[in-house]
């Protein structure tokens, strides 16, 4: 059941990429409306994938905007391949971008008050903090697994595919990265006990 199950995924990613790489050529030869089908087709988990590194709508759909306009831009320097691998690429570049900056402006912000209260609301505010910490500390490629796949709702399979790796690859970073979290949680819970 479980080979027929992975068959027709595998089946329904393959048709969905010919579907995209279909639609992108249209859109390589100027197609305004092929682009809003292209658009269309991926701003799901595109839009997931912006807003797991944002964790802020309007600055998601910013980045969103910024990465299909950068799509558009660049559309015939595409070259037949894994077309949602390029597009994420193209994601993952922008949101690194932004991360960079948002550290920037961090920095520059260092007059913030942390209150030191015992209720349990600030302790679950601590341990999501904490979590987000951890996430974005990850190195890039355990990062981008955890991102897409917890933030961005997206199945290994088509982690895999957009990332153009292979799914045991994708199952093998989001154990490790699952490790390297429950450990950090487990010492930041620690440290709270102590």
């Not at 269309?40 to 709508?57: E, N």
């Not at 981008?144 to 895999?160: P, Q, R």
């Amino acid at each position: 059941m479980s080979t027929t199950k992975s068959s027709d995924e595998q089946q329904r990613l393959t048709t969905l990429q010919a579907q995209l790489a279909d639609v992108f050529e249209r859109v390589q030869r100027n197609d305004s409306e092929a682009f809003g089908e292209f658009h269309d087709m991926l701003s799901q988990q595109l839009m997931a994938y912006c807003l797991s590194f944002t964790r802020d709508v309007d600055e998601a759909k910013d980045l969103f905007q910024g990465v299909m306009l950068a799509v558009f831009e660049y559309r015939h320097r595409y070259v037949a391949g894994n077309i949602t691998g390029w597009v994420f690429t193209i994601a993952r570049n922008a949101c690194r971008r932004w991360e960079k900056r948002q550290r920037a402006v961090d920095q520059l912000d260092t007059t913030y008050d942390v209150a030191d209260s015992g209720s349990s609301s600030v302790l679950d505010t601590d341990e999501v903090a904490a979590i987000q910490q951890a996430v974005l500390r990850l190195d890039a490629p355990y990062r981008d697994c955890v991102m897409l796949h917890y933030f961005g709702n997206m199945k290994v399979d088509d982690i895999a595919e957009a990332l153009s790796i292979s799914t045991s690859l994708v199952k093998v970073r989001l154990h490790r990265a699952r490790t390297v979290l429950q450990t950090t949680l487990a010492n930041f819970r620690e440290s709270l006990h102590v």
